[in-house]
């Protein structure tokens, strides 16, 4: 069975930091690459950040310079750490595991973690 577990999650005033994590079960966890989403109120859910097997990395251009993803493929965990929060950057955070198998690709979520930024 696998399992993503976000944690970190918080109430923040604006200019805060906050650490995310996502523990992956039930996975060969290197093999993933891994990626963080978020959802604000009223918006579709969108990137902010992935890392790949290899630790190529990227960034929605609206968290460049304030966010940073990181894996410890000993631990299975995957991490954001955001730092000068936006109340933009409210929103359900979800941790993305995905694949490319010869049989297609394989994806899990979350369940999400609650950022909120605000005064």
């Known amino acids: 069975q696998v399992q993503l577990v976000e944690s970190g999650g918080d109430l923040v005033q604006p200019g805060g930091s906050l650490r995310l994590s996502c523990a992956a079960s039930g996975i060969i966890f290197s093999f993933y690459n891994m990626g963080w989403y978020r959802q604000g109120p009223g918006k579709q859910r969108e990137l902010v950040a992935r890392i790949t097997t290899g630790g190529n990395i990227n960034y929605a251009d609206s968290v460049k310079g304030r966010f940073t993803i990181s894996r410890d493929n000993a631990k299975n965990t995957v991490y954001l750490e955001m730092n000068s929060l936006k109340p933009e950057d409210t929103g359900v955070y979800y941790c993305?595991?995905?694949?490319?198998?010869?049989?297609?690709?394989?994806?899990?979520w979350g369940q999400g973690t609650q950022v909120t930024v605000s005064s």
């Open positions: 993305h595991a995905t694949r490319t198998t010869r049989g297609g690709s394989l994806d899990y």
